[in-house]
């Protein structure tokens, strides 16, 4: 393993009776896109009876796998964790005892690809930096197992492409884990925007960002790819395209930076862009690496109506309101989704793919869109003009 990848890489309950509805479809719901569509049959109350549990190997000992995913793993139904990958011994061995795994079942970078000779990982939860995503994931599919990887997809439009190709080649299933599409406060804004609460839609309002602490590797742009557009912004951009149902056909960007105190050498501090959609609908998104007080919201502006969610892409606590012309008094329509629920409902949705042989919803088409409107992105804010997509 290379020395960059050593620094780096030491750093549910059913839902509600609507939210439940929604997923039952199995498919895409109240003519929205594939952005849009819900979690799998086993968590909304479908349970797959007799089946098997997915063994799932988790890439890379870092928050999100220890605090949120694997947490995640215990309290689903169809999911378990068989084995680890990790460039610290000592370290994969306590989290190997904590959660019963065998330590014969522990890999490294150099040994990775020795997963295929283990017929407990059905399935790879890749979550290493961004700019390791596309590796790991093609040496998955090439080991014969699934895989489930962490937003964003890779760094580039043509890694994207290559991760699709080489788990089709290998037959095997690609997800992204993109847990906002299986959160019931979500679905149930979804559900109320198709049927028209706020009426027809004007305008979304949409961000998220955080004030970054020096030397993370998310400032590193050979790692990360970009600055808070590829961390938390990706919010913002599958946030537009699921609240509107729709595809967008132009982006304009602009990017800085203002604390000139090192952080910010390789990527942006702020990223300011809008979206604009066939409807005519407009999406206005902040992201920023510069300040805790950028925001964690989604306002949808209809004619007759508003929701938002605020805030709108935590792993718990996510709060609902709504107001329209017959009640236009605020009304909350929160749904409790304690932590780590969303993630329990990522590894199960994968889970049935793999027993039904289906294909999951947030699959790699929905994580190459989003990063071929990124990279629009980027290029506006290069070029300083409205670049237009082709999804």
């Not at 007799?50 to 689903?76: A, T």
Request: glycine content about 10%.
């Amino acid at each position: 393993m290379s020395s960059s990848r050593r620094e780096f890489l030491k750093q549910l309950s059913t839902t509600t009776a609507a939210a439940a509805a929604m997923l039952s479809t199995g498919g895409h719901v109240l003519g929205e896109s594939p952005a849009a569509t819900g979690a799998s049959g086993a968590v909304s109350g479908q349970p797959m009876a007799g089946k098997k549990k997915i063994g799932y190997c988790i890439v890379g000992l870092g928050r999100i796998s220890l605090n949120e995913f694997m947490p995640g793993v215990q309290i689903s139904e169809h999911s378990k964790l068989v084995a680890l990958v990790s460039g610290h011994r000592d370290k994969a061995e306590r989290v190997a005892d904590q959660y019963g795994i065998d330590h014969k079942a522990i890999y490294n970078y150099e040994n990775y690809d020795q997963i295929a000779h283990n017929p407990e990982i059905d399935a790879v939860y890749i979550a290493l930096p961004n700019g390791m995503h596309a590796e790991y994931t093609i040496r998955a599919a090439q080991a014969g197992k699934h895989v489930l990887c962490e937003k964003p997809m890779a760094n580039t439009v043509a890694e994207c492409e290559q991760m699709i190709a080489a788990c089709r080649k290998a037959n095997r299933k690609l997800m992204i884990a993109y847990r906002m599409q299986f959160e019931p406060n979500t679905l149930e804004v979804i559900q109320k925007l198709r049927q028209g609460y706020a009426g027809k839609l004007l305008e979304l309002d949409c961000a998220f960002g955080f004030n970054i602490k020096p030397g993370e590797w998310r400032l590193n742009k050979k790692l990360a790819g970009g600055g808070p557009l590829y961390d938390v912004g990706i919010y913002c951009v599958n946030a537009s395209r699921y609240l509107t149902g729709e595809e967008p056909m132009s982006v304009q960007g602009y990017s800085s930076v203002v604390d000139r105190d090192g952080r910010f050498t390789e990527v942006e501090e702020n990223l300011a862009w809008n979206m604009r959609f066939p409807s005519g609908v407009v999406a206005s998104c902040l992201t920023s690496y510069g300040s805790i007080f950028t925001g964690n919201l989604a306002r949808i502006i209809g004619a007759s109506g508003t929701i938002e969610m605020n805030p709108a892409y935590s792993y718990s606590g996510i709060h609902v309101t709504g107001r329209n012309e017959s009640a236009p008094t605020a009304a909350d329509f929160s749904i409790p989704d304690p932590n780590p629920r969303q993630f329990a409902r990522e590894a199960d949705h994968l889970a049935e793919c793999i027993l039904e042989n289906k294909e999951p919803k947030a699959d790699g088409a929905e994580g190459l869109r989003d990063m071929k409107i990124i990279t629009a992105i980027y290029q506006s804010c290069a070029e300083g003009r409205a670049v237009e997509l082709k999804l």
